[in-house]
């Protein structure tokens, strides 16, 4: 056990450089990814560091949170829109959940079918509401108030959206906020280049974790 018993100190992320040690040449190609993904390109290097805090939030990782959010604080990101970026991934999350419960209907009814994972399940969501009807008025609501334009413009949050979307996994949640996307004009290349940025957070939460691991491993 470690003597004070915190599991996540800021000061362990200088064990980060350990693990090129163990696995130096993929640890060399995962920081020249991660820089590509973050650089200035379709989506400027601002706005990738605000999708990079939102995704932080959903890997759960302390460490991606505090150097991101410092990130974003040196290119002038405000506390305003550290916390939409924050609710955007919030509501995104929470979405997921949501519209997996579509899952739970069919499972539930028994419903006799393959495929588990049919577009046509979107159209049972407002089922839900017939068994909860207080929490889904409650949870579209937040929905509607975390994706409106504020600090951060509509379209940035619907880049948000889309990258936290294939962080949770959730194939409902790609597909309405990637048409959402694109109706607000974003280009395939700004689309991808999201992606990636939440491609890096996801794999940048389990690098970072390896602090996790060398701590254990060397009580």
């Given amino acids: 056990m470690l003597a004070n018993d915190s599991l996540y100190q800021k000061s362990k992320i200088s064990r980060i450089g350990e693990l090129g040690k163990s696995a130096a040449e993929a640890n060399k190609t995962f920081f020249?990814?991660?820089?590509?993904?973050?650089?200035?390109?379709?989506?400027?290097?601002?706005?990738?560091?605000?999708i990079a805090v939102a995704c932080a939030h959903v890997t759960?990782?302390?460490?991606?949170?505090?150097?991101?959010?410092?990130?974003?604080?040196?290119?002038?990101?405000?506390?305003?829109?550290i916390t939409e970026a924050v609710l955007v991934a919030t509501a995104l999350k929470a979405g997921s959940a949501f519209?997996?419960?579509?899952?739970?209907?069919?499972?539930?009814?028994?419903?006799?079918?393959d495929n588990l994972y049919q577009?046509?399940?979107?159209?049972?969501?407002?089922?839900?509401?017939?068994?909860?009807?207080?929490?889904?008025?409650?949870?579209?609501?937040?929905?509607?108030?975390?994706?409106?334009d504020g600090?951060?413009?509509?379209?940035d949050k619907e880049l948000i959206a889309v990258a936290v979307a294939h962080i949770t996994g959730c194939a409902y949640c790609i597909d309405i906020h990637t048409?959402?996307?694109?109706?607000?004009?974003i280009t395939k290349e700004e689309?991808?280049?999201?992606?990636?940025?939440?491609?890096?957070?996801?794999?940048?939460?389990?690098?970072a974790h390896g602090i996790n691991a060398l701590n254990?491993?060397?009580e």
């Avoid at 990782?61 to 506390?79: D, T």
């Avoid at 600090?151 to 379209?155: D, M, S, T």
């Avoid at 048409?179 to 004009?185: C, D, E």
């Fill in 191 to 207: 689309l991808v280049e999201s992606i990636f940025v939440a491609t890096a957070l996801k794999a940048g939460s389990a690098l």
């Fill in 99 to 113: 519209a997996h419960g579509t899952h739970a209907l069919n499972a539930y009814e028994e419903v006799e079918a």
């Fill in 119 to 148: 577009a046509a399940n979107m159209k049972r969501m407002t089922e839900l509401k017939d068994y909860a009807p207080d929490a889904v008025k409650g949870f579209f609501g937040f929905d509607e108030a975390a994706m409106k």
């Fill in 32 to 50: 020249a990814f991660d820089k590509a993904a973050l650089a200035d390109g379709a989506i400027t290097e601002r706005t990738k560091e605000i």
């Fill in 60 to 81: 759960g990782c302390p460490y991606c949170i505090e150097i991101h959010v410092g990130n974003a604080k040196k290119l002038g990101v405000s506390k305003e829109e």
């Fill in 179 to 185: 048409k959402n996307a694109k109706r607000l004009g």
């Fill in 151 to 155: 600090a951060i413009n509509k379209k």
């Fill in 216 to 218: 254990a491993y060397d």
